[in-house]
């Protein structure tokens, strides 16, 4: 099962961030009629609970996402779609009980859930959307409820050390209303702009499907509970991308991919820089048709940054995800290791939802609050090799029991911790000619004739519960073998990088001095959410790579259509 | 393996030529259309495969240029309205023989190769954009053609079959060149329209949920296939509906829709007619929420108005298609609706006095724009008039290419997508004649009669069923789940909405909470009388059971014409759930101008 997929393909979404000079969120004092709405309807809905209903809330959340979208994708000089779309969900959180033992009480594996994503009307008008709120918090009263007596009388029957654990942190409301920009920016200007650069993958006869996409998302959320929160907050999401796969002789399917982020749309790359990503990406995948496959090896390679950041969102990050430690389904890699070594000592770890770019690019990971209305913050998870915390939601673990506003989910599901921007920071750094001269070197004293250099990935996936084996997966996209000979460098095609992670953290040697940036989604219990990770590139004495699973269908049996036939 | 690039070019060229006067025509006909021309060059090249040992017999290309627009509103507010472009693409490629071929086997959609073609054509007319993803459309249809057909061979290979019919029928050429018609669709007016009427159940704080929603498609339907058939049709729809409910106040869940439609989207009804259905959808829950639950029952059933119109579009028009069994491996069950009228032509299904004919070549009926009409189904077939039933006895069944025992052609009526390779069968104009007519008075006064004679309290008077359901996704998962275990064929059937006690004296009482226990075909047969009156009932089918609002991503318009019906004897039971809690909290007051 995987408990995890990280991709920057799958979700045609993707973020960033500004930089100084962008206009940033500007706060207004007026309260949005959508809060004076909600509020109204969630402060009745309290009083009147707590006068009729057994078990009676002691808190109510409501948040509201709301999303406009527009999208346009071109293959061939053709454009294949267009779509725009704007909606507004509601999700109702209630609880009963206590913070001390709730309906949110952590059962083994069993996950609640009480959030149901209902559409809402765009429109402010008060009548529908305190309609909808009413009906949801009577719903969702109903679970709680239900699910709080089901837990009660299950948690009497188990023995277990985390009774003294709360089910809800205490944190201080918020309020804060920000106005999310909207940028002058003409999707339209983009059907010629992207006829025009989609039509260059016709140059490259093996490629079979290819695409040239933007899109555009804004997401404005709003959060208020009976704690008092008042938020409204959001970001624009701007970002091109490319896609072209091939499939090879033996039925080898090859892809590669490219993506810019920006939030601010001046920031997209400019048309020059998008057709030399498309370059690259046909000449890559021309060159991986010819290359041949992978065999299982296991020896000393780099990652790339962007590899290495995949590397470190899998293997890392989704260990330190604070209701992993209190899971006992979960293996609990690092719940025992606080004050430990887990990374070499020249390696620190931290996520910060605050920052919005690196030198280079912009992070997609940045928010304001997280999902429970808790400020986003830096976390410092690991100082100098040492892990220091975890990433924590509302949920309190042992020695934690405040948020450090890493609450995160998608509209419809319970929020749980997260990660955000994932920034790899070393103290061993070398340039990187240097790093390749010592990948030779240590392939030479293993008397390996190659090291592998991971230049793209695509994503990962990783198992985090016990009944699963603990192990990871990054899928690399460009892959060459770096010969100790002299010889030059060789792509190879179809390999996965597969590993147990404490293992792999003990094998890494040095790092580059340049950080690279992996924008892209992540997937977990809590749906989709936007992340980032950084790191410099990675030396590693050992890592494994094996055989991706295949189909061995043939290519296309006629050759691609070409002006000339039929005519 | 490569085909030499010199016969490709030959071929193609005279894929549409000179063996046939018919194929010139075609030639001529495409000629001017991008999308058709680009899925006659694909075509072309894709008849000369035999790569993988099996050629081609029949291609068929088909695909909707659609633009659509919708927008819905509660209590006077809007959810943003939706627009897009679309060109779903479908395309279907058979090998082996008419007599044995890749449909009709559990294998006939399954593809175990990388999938790369795109499910839509790009929305440019682009000559080489439009061929590349028909390419590679054709490519995978071929391939897993080829591979159904194997599988489906050893299937058979061990077992005798009982089904020996062929797996394809053939059609004459025939080319349909229309222009395609668009309206301008008032967006703003069409939104205020809709807020307008959403306002309606404001005056009704009892009502919990409410929507009304406005959706127009409007397009081209193409269609090339290597029977020499070419079609280009205009395609478009508006739809109204309106869908509300509410909690009695025992808990009972209660709710309600109307549908009005158009296929001429700029022809919808007036604001007045839109308001009354409107109205009607809220008046009907607040009578029912008042209305007491009503007791299991067994005798005669009258459906008056349009209420018999949807009970014979729903039970017989969901019989009238036959569907095979699909082959599968030896020992593995496939679970398939059932027809009752599989195997029975010839036999009596209605009264000696009853006719049922299924039209789409009318496009009115007595002045009332008609839903069923088209010219060319989803396979390129043409339809015409059908007699289902003559005198009481089922003459016909509803056809797509897919052989069917006692038939011996595609009479056109492939309206849906479906499974196994094949298309789905649906009613166009389904008209419902009795010979032997009362008018709507003598009828409720024969229902009385009856009750007096059987020494029953009251009759039962059915005037709205829940067809189109207008339920959730959960109430169709419950209804389902009761219709395994009451006949019909597993099918579903929806429950009456409006649902009338009729006491000896005449009165009418409205009643609550019950559902058909088992209404199949067979009941048919037990009509006593029917009316003078002949009433039509509009809808969308989209092939989901009870043709649930919503439901599906493909959609025809059917209509229904008949008279109301006297049933001898029915069964009603207590829908018999557990009701949920009424909500603890008072709903909010309602601040909208009344």
């Known amino acids: 099962m995987r408990a995890s997929v990280l991709t920057a393909k799958a979700i045609l979404f993707t973020s960033v961030a500004m930089m100084t000079g962008a206009a940033p969120p500007q706060k207004t004092p007026p309260q949005p009629p959508l809060i004076d709405t909600l509020v109204r309807e969630l402060d009745r809905n309290l009083a009147e609970f707590k006068a009729k209903a057994d078990p009676a809330p002691y808190f109510i959340a409501y948040s509201v996402t709301e999303e406009e979208s527009d999208g346009i994708s071109a293959r061939l000089g053709a454009v294949t779609a267009r779509g725009r779309s704007q909606r507004r969900l509601l999700d109702c959180s209630v609880r009963v009980g206590s913070p001390q033992f709730d309906n949110y009480h952590m059962l083994e594996g069993d996950r609640p859930r009480f959030a149901a994503a209902t559409p809402i009307p765009v429109e402010d008008s008060p009548d529908a959307i305190a309609r909808a709120a009413w009906r949801e918090t009577d719903r969702a009263w109903r679970a709680a409820s239900q699910r709080l007596m089901r837990v009660k009388s299950s948690a009497q029957l188990r023995t277990g050390n985390d009774k003294s654990l709360a089910d809800f942190s205490t944190e201080k409301p918020a309020t804060d209303i920000q106005t999310v920009p909207r940028y002058k920016f003409s999707m339209d200007d983009w059907a010629p702009r992207l006829r025009k650069l989609s039509a260059a993958f016709g140059d490259y006869s093996g490629v079979i499907n290819s695409s040239v996409s933007l899109t555009w998302r804004r997401e404005v959320k709003t959060y208020v509970s009976s704690e008092g929160s008042r938020l409204q907050h959001g970001r624009n999401f701007y970002r091109v991308m490319i896609t072209a796969n091939a499939k090879a002789y033996d039925g080898n399917d090859l892809s590669v991919m490219e993506s810019f982020e920006a939030e601010d749309p001046s920031r997209l790359p400019k048309d020059d820089a998008i057709a030399a990503a498309i370059k690259k990406a046909g000449a890559d995948l021309t060159q991986m048709l010819k290359a041949p496959p992978a065999d299982p090896y296991v020896g000393p390679a780099i990652l790339s940054g962007r590899a290495a950041g995949v590397f470190f969102h899998e293997i890392f990050g989704h260990r330190v995800e604070g209701h992993r430690q209190r899971d006992e389904t979960e293996g609990q890699t690092f719940s025992a290791s606080v004050g430990k070594s887990v990374l070499p000592e020249f390696l620190s770890v931290t996520f910060d939802p605050t920052r919005k770019s690196t030198e280079t690019t912009d992070l997609n990971g940045w928010y304001t609050y997280d999902d429970e209305g808790v400020a986003a913050r830096r976390v410092g998870l690991v100082d100098k090799g040492i892990l220091r915390t975890f990433l924590m939601s509302r949920t309190p673990i042992a020695g934690f029991p405040e948020s450090n506003g890493h609450g995160r989910r998608q509209p419809g599901l319970e929020v749980v911790a997260r990660q955000s921007n994932l920034i790899v920071e070393s103290s061993k750094q070398v340039s990187d000619a240097e790093l390749r001269k010592m990948l030779i070197a240590e392939a030479m004293r293993q008397n390996k004739p190659y090291g592998l250099y991971f230049e793209q990935v695509t994503g990962g996936y990783t198992t985090t519960r016990r009944a699963g084996l603990q192990a990871f997966t990054v899928i690399p996209l460009v892959v060459y073998r770096v010969y100790t000979d002299g010889r030059p460098d060789e792509m190879v095609r179809g390999a996965d990088i597969v590993g147990t992670p404490l293992a792999s953290f003990g094998k890494i040697l040095a790092t580059s001095n340049r950080a690279e940036v992996f924008n892209g989604y992540c997937g977990a219990e809590s749906g989709s959410v936007p992340v980032s990770a950084a790191s410099p590139a990675l030396l590693v004495s050992e890592i494994e790579i094996q055989r991706k699973p295949e189909t061995k269908d043939m290519p296309p049996l006629l050759p691609r259509p070409r002006a000339e036939v039929g005519r | ?594």
């Not at chain 2, 075609?26 to 058709?36: E, R």
């Not at chain 2, 036959?322 to 009752?340: N, T």
């Open chain 2, 1 to 594: 393996m490569r085909i030499p690039l010199a016969i490709l070019a030959m071929l193609a060229a005279a894929a549409f030529a000179q063996q046939d006067p018919q194929d010139a025509k075609v030639a001529a006909a495409i000629s001017s259309d991008p999308v058709l021309r680009a899925a006659g060059e694909e075509m072309a090249r894709a008849r000369i495969l035999r790569t993988l040992g099996e050629s081609i017999f029949y291609i068929e290309v088909s695909a909707d240029d659609a633009e659509t627009f919708g927008v819905s509103a509660t209590l006077g507010s809007a959810f943003a309205p939706q627009k897009s472009r679309m060109r779903p693409l479908r395309v279907a490629v058979r090998v082996g023989g008419t007599n044995f071929d890749n449909t009709n086997s559990i294998y006939s959609d399954y593809y175990s190769g990388t999938r790369y073609d795109p499910d839509s054509l790009p929305l440019d007319n682009d000559a080489l954009a439009l061929r590349d993803t028909l390419w590679l459309s054709l490519d995978r249809a071929y391939k897993m053609a080829v591979e159904a057909l194997g599988r489906k061979a050893a299937a058979v290979r061990g077992i005798t079959a009982t089904d020996t019919l062929p797996d394809f029928w053939d059609s004459p050429g025939r080319i349909l060149m229309e222009e395609p018609r668009k309206v301008r669709i008032d967006e703003d007016a069409w939104t205020n329209r809709v807020k307008a009427l959403s306002l309606v159940f404001s005056r009704y704080p009892e009502i919990t949920s409410s929507t009304v929603e406005f959706e127009t498609s409007q397009g081209t339907f193409y269609l090339l296939n290597s029977l020499r058939t070419v079609v280009r049709t205009p395609d478009r729809l508006g739809m109204l509906r309106i869908r509300a409910s509410q909690q009695a106040p025992d808990g009972m869940v209660l709710y309600d829709g109307a549908v009005v439609q158009s296929l001429d989207p700029s022809q919808m009804p007036a604001d007045a007619e839109l308001r009354k259905a409107t109205e009607s959808v809220a008046q009907n829950l607040a009578g029912l929420a008042k209305a007491p639950i009503g007791e299991a029952y067994a005798g005669p059933v009258l459906f008056s108005g349009a209420a018999s119109a949807q009970i014979f579009g729903e039970v017989m028009g969901a019989h009238l298609s036959v569907m095979r069994r699909p082959v599968s491996d030896p020992g593995r069950p496939v679970p398939v609706p059932v027809s009752e009228f599989d195997g029975r032509i010839g036999m009596r299904v209605l009264p000696e006095w009853m006719d049922m004919v299924d039209d789409p070549t009318l496009k009115e009926y007595n002045k009332a724009p008609l839903l069923g009409h088209y010219e060319a189904d989803l396979e390129g077939v043409f339809p015409g008039p059908v007699t289902l039933v003559e005198k009481g006895n089922l003459k016909a069944l509803l056809t797509t290419r897919q052989p069917v025992r006692g038939m011996t052609g595609a009479n056109g009526r492939a309206r849906l997508p479906g499974l196994f390779g094949l298309k789905t069968a649906r009613i166009s104009n389904l008209f419902v004649k009795a010979q032997k007519t009362e008018t709507d008075e003598q009828l409720k006064a024969r229902l009385i009669d009856m009750v007096k004679q059987q020494g029953k309290p009251y009759g039962m008077l059915v005037r709205k069923m829940d067809f189109p359901s207008a339920g959730t996704v959960d109430e169709l998962r419950r209804i389902s789940g009761r219709a395994g275990r009451s006949g019909g064929g597993g099918r579903p059937v929806s429950s009456p909405v409006l649902l009338y006690r009729v006491y000896p004296d005449g009165r009418e009482e409205l009643v609550r909470g019950l559902r058909f226990r088992s209404l199949t075909t067979r009941n048919f047969r037990d009509i006593v009388a029917a009316g003078a009156q002949e009433y039509q009932f509009d809808f969308m089918d989209n092939g989901a059971p009870l043709a649930l609002m919503g439901a599906g991503n493909y959609i025809v318009g059917c209509s229904v014409v008949a008279p109301s019906v006297l049933f001898e004897e029915l069964e009603l039971e207590a829908a018999g759930e557990d009701l949920p809690k009424p909500p603890v909290v008072a709903p909010p007051a309602l601040t909208a101008p009344k």
